[in-house]
């Protein structure tokens, strides 16, 4: 099994910043892909960013590109989401994702089986 502990969620005003991490622990792999999504209440969870940790090619989701980087620290198992020119749209549940031996690109929610509890962001107008 995978444990996925999310971090850093929080009340923001708008064109602030805030970093999410992702501490992974438990079963490893060989190859796999950490993603954020987010969801709003009514809505379906929608893509942000992920990362293949092998290529270390890194996808975005449109209304993100430019504000918010997916990052990475090896030694400590973390995945970071750092999110600048915060908007009130952004505003959401945050979760991370991992899925084993993922190489593609679409990033869609049902390719991804562990997910973390999620951590809220709140922007402000």
């Known amino acids: 099994q995978v444990q996925l502990v999310e971090s850093g969620g929080g009340l923001v005003q708008a064109g602030g910043s805030l970093r999410l991490s992702c501490a992974a622990s438990?079963?490893?792999?060989?190859?796999?892909?950490m993603a954020w999504f987010r969801q709003t209440p009514g809505k379906e969870r929608e893509f942000v960013a992920g990362?293949?940790?092998?290529?270390?090619?890194?996808y975005y989701a449109d209304s993100v590109k430019g504000r918010f980087t997916i990052s990475r620290d090896n030694a400590k198992n973390t995945v970071y989401l750092q999110m600048n020119s915060l908007k009130p749209e952004d505003t959401a549940v945050y979760y991370c994702?991992?899925?084993?031996?993922?190489?593609?690109?679409?990033?869609?929610?049902?390719?991804?089986?562990?997910w973390g509890q999620g951590t809220q962001v709140t922007v402000s107008s």
């Open positions: 994702a991992l899925s084993p031996y993922y190489s593609g690109s679409a990033y869609l929610e049902t390719d991804f089986g562990f």
């Open positions: 990362r293949s940790w092998g290529s270390g090619r890194t």
């Open positions: 438990g079963r490893t792999f060989s190859s796999y892909a």
